[in-house]
């Protein structure tokens, strides 16, 4: 389980985050969306430890995590954190080393490791590209060597950080299909992002922020039919919502649902 309680937390005098009860264990999916500057970011670094809360707690397997070395240590093996910008968290040169740092840096054995980096690059479809120098990949490329980076912990929580950002069409569709994988081996994820219809697409529960606060949640298709509110946050409502509240059409979850609804109605 991995939720929080009333968590509070500032910088210096000013509240960024106000007192959130949220639980990412419910649904194997969920979204967090908002404007800049509404807390989503600092949000995901009380989730992995990387700050702590002045009041309220995260939780973690139904008790507060008390950020001991310890503690901390065992969070980060089943809490793990893929960065908007990949560079920020790929150091190697090749691909199957910066894969294991983590595995080698807790003991894990060669041949495991060795196991692992094939499941998670097959996971990630980058077994074409496995042998190439990372500076040479792609920005899509080197997202998906962070999130393989991630999985080799067979961490039980991913965070996505704007898993979108800078993709093309292609890649966009890709990393959709990533994430539906992940989440097909019984793993939760928790996608912080500013694309509206990813997350209306493929959430499960969606949690919305302003300023700090939560504003909103529920199902994708409770949250973002609620227009009003979903302004008020700085946000628009997704494409095929738009279409079902301003035109009647039927509500769908994705673009071949929405095309194939249309031709049935011809």
């Given at each position: ?7 509070w937390f500032?910088y210096q ?18 979204g967090?969306?908002g404007?800049?500057?509404?807390g ?16 309220g707690?995260?939780?973690w ?10 503690s ?8 793990t954190t ?9 150091f190697y ?10 595995l ?5 054995p ?17 077994q ?13 490329q ?10 080799v ?5 991913l ?17 959709i299909?990533i994430i539906q ?16 219809d ?6 499960n529960?969606?949690y919305v ?13 409770e949250?973002?039919?609620q227009?009003?509110v979903?302004e ?6 997704p494409w ?6 301003e035109?009647?059409?039927?509500l769908?979850?994705?673009?071949d649902?929405?095309f194939?609804a249309?031709r049935?109605?011809?």
């Open positions: 389980m991995l939720a929080t309680e009333g968590l500032r005098d000013e509240p960024v985050l106000k007192g959130l009860t949220l639980d990412f264990s419910r649904q194997p999916v969920t967090l969306v404007a800049n500057g509404c989503k970011s600092t949000l995901f670094m009380n989730l992995n430890g990387l700050l702590r809360p002045q009041q707690s995260v939780l397997q139904g008790k507060p995590l008390d950020h001991s070395r310890r901390l240590l065992a969070l980060r093996q089943q809490v893929v960065f908007q910008d990949p560079d920020q968290q790929i040169t090749d691909i199957d080393s910066d894969i294991a740092f983590s080698r840096n807790i003991g894990v060669e041949a495991e490791i060795a196991r692992r980096i094939d499941e998670a690059l097959m996971l990630v479809d980058a074409s590209f496995r042998q190439q120098p990372i500076q040479s990949l792609s920005h899509g080197k997202k998906r060597v962070a999130i393989a980076g991630a999985l912990m067979q961490a039980k929580y965070l996505l950080d704007e898993p979108t950002a800078g993709l093309d069409p292609a890649g966009r569709a890709q990393m299909a994988r992940i989440v097909a081996q019984g793993n939760h994820v928790v996608i912080s992002s500013h694309d509206i990813l997350i209306y697409e493929v959430c529960a969606v922020l302003r300023q700090g606060e939560l504003v909103l949640h529920g199902t994708p298709g949250v973002f039919a227009r009003q979903i008020q946050a700085g946000l628009t409502q095929l919502v738009k279409l079902h509240s035109l009647g059409l039927p769908c979850k994705n673009e649902e929405f194939a249309m049935e109605g011809i």
